[in-house]
Every structure is written in structure tokens, then in C-alpha cells.
């Protein structure tokens, strides 16, 4: 277990505190290496809706949510940031202005700014300079318009969801359809947070608290492209799976922050692995990095990823699926127009063969139709 960097000390400490008080006392079972967990190595093979069906509805809101569960979704993923008054909401990034109406509400005019987030310049309107309150007054649009023009008949529909709803929802769901609808939440920019007095981990464990997730075997995951908040939320005992996000390119920005050289190609080595299981259970993985596409754009072959991953006793849970060309390999596209339909199912047979457990995808009705396939010993067609 590492020591926070005295530069966040003070603040870890006192996130500590809370977290511990959440947390309980830590579990006697070590969460690495010997236990690793639901879905590694058995058939739990998990579909994860990501940012709910956003491959069908403007994603983080509700009823993409909903439809999400309602397609065979096991968990349905929701990206939290901070509101001005520390209120946790469900968006991709704390600047809205591509998924929300803000730009078309002159009373936010002023609003608009420029800002630097994880060292990236940004221009545009921002959770974290509105109240909940204020928020609410917004609605939900596309953010992909130009390759999901079908889902701008839902624009303006919906709000932007709390955490509190998402799980409420979740909760309704399972009743309703009589299993575990699973959450999987990711805290986004949690240094920049910290840096602007709206820590993340807080409220999240609060939040998860009152909806009785709190606990060893909850349907929950959460999930971080940062490592320090991970490795302090598992420092504090938190019950639940903890994933570690991974990308092709770039370095976690908790690292970049402290003058850390790691990148997370560095991570994503056998013994970078190894790493992550001493505060993680499980990883999430750019798709690339699981089985690269060739020079032409191909699907190529698969890389040691998994094998290193689970020979640390960690889960993998791939990003992202989508059925569209333009998100696929050239060599499964059909049609010339990057928003028809390619041969997803293909691709997903070919990550499932290499023993990933679970995958998160826009579309989750596809992800569940690739799983039986593959369950039930249809192969990945050669070249
Ligand atoms: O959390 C898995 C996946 O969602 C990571 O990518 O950028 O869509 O949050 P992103
Ligand atoms: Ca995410």
C-alpha cells in the first residue's frame, strides 16, 4: 500500500477518516491476487451498459439507463462529478456542453468559461459552476448527433440524473425484472475535484451507504482512471470491487499531478499489473490494448493482456463496444456510412475468446447476444 503524496495529505487524511467510518472494519479476505473476485476465470461474463444504452438514448440520463436493464444489461454504468453545491450527477465530463441544452439558457450565458482539467484546456459550461438547482433546468441531448441522429428524437427529454437517482432506479429495476441490475460507477477528474474542494469518494460512499451497497457482495463496481483515490478507498476498507481504468496513451492524472513518470503503458505490463492488484480487483482496458487493430485497421491479434491481468488476479472489463463502422474494425464494417451497422458481433466473439470478463458497450442488447453466442461455442471467424 503506497503513502499518499504529502501534498494531498491533509486531505487524505480527513477522506480516510470519513471512508473509514463508512467502510466498517476491512474485510479478512485479501481483495488481490488469491480472490479475484465475480467473473474472473467462471461464467460470469458481464455485460456493462455504458453510460447506460447510449448507443439508443442520449446517454446518462435515466431512461438510458432504464432501456440499458431492460436489454439484459448486468450493470448499467453511471460517471459521477460534483455540482457546485457538492451534489453528485451522472455525466461523462463536468463540462455539459455537448451533452446538455446549457448553451440554448441565456440565463447561463455568463457562465461559459475557460478552465484547465487534468492539463487540458477547456472552453464551454461546467457542473461544478452550477447548483443542482440550476442544473435541473437543463436537458439531455446526443452527443454523438452525426452518427446517432436517431437518438436527437430524445433531445431535450430528460435531466440530468443524481447519483441518488441512478441507484434508486437501479434498485426499482431490480425488482421489477427480478435480478441484481448492477451498478459500476466512475468517479471522473477526481484530483481536479479535490483541487476545487468537491471531493468525489465522499458523497459516492455516502450515496452507496444509504442504498445499502455498502457491503461484500454488493452488485457494485467502481471504477477510476486515477489510482490514488483507489488505492485510498481500498486503504479504507471499501467493500466493493475496485477497478483501475487503462488507456492506450496518457498517464493517470494523479500521477501527472505528483511528477509521477508512470504512464499507463507502464500499468499495463505484466508487472504493472501485479501493481495494480496490491489495491484493485479488476482493470479496464482501452480494447486496443486487448487485441490491437493492424495497420489497415483490422482487427490484429490478441496481446498478453488478459493472461497478465488474470495471472494478478485481476477481472478485465474492455471499453468500449459499439455496433457502428465507425467504431469497428475495418475489416468488419458493412456499408460505406460510418453510422451503419458493422459485424459488432464478430468483434465481441473475438474479445470474449480471449477470456475477458466482461465488456462495457453502447449497445447492450448486441453485448448479450455476442455472449450467448460465444457461450454457446460459436468461435471468431478466422482473418
Ligand atoms: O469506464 C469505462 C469506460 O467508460 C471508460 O471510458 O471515457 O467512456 O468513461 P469513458
Ligand atoms: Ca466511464
Redesign the pocket.
Known sequence: MSVPSSRRSAAVAALLAVLLALAGPASATPRHGSSPGPGAGDADLLVIG??GASGYRPEHTLAAYELAARTGADHV?C?VVSTADGVLVCR?ENDITGTTDVADHPEFADRRTTKVVDGVALTGWFTEDMTLEELRTLRAVERLPDVREENTLYDGLYPVPTLEEYLDLRADLSRELRREVGAYV?TKHPTYFDSIGLSLEEPLLAALRAAGLDRRNAPVFL?SFETGNLRELDAAGVRVPLVQ?LAVSGAPADLVAAGDPRTYADLSTAAGLAEVATYADGV?PEKDQVIPRDPDGTLGEPTSFVADAHASGLLVHP??FRNENTFLPADLHEGEAPDDYGRAIEEQLAFWATGIDGL?TDNPDTGVVSRQLFEDGALPEAG
Open positions: 455504458h453510460r454504468e460517471d461523462h466512475e471504477q481504468l479496464g471499453y468500449t462495457f
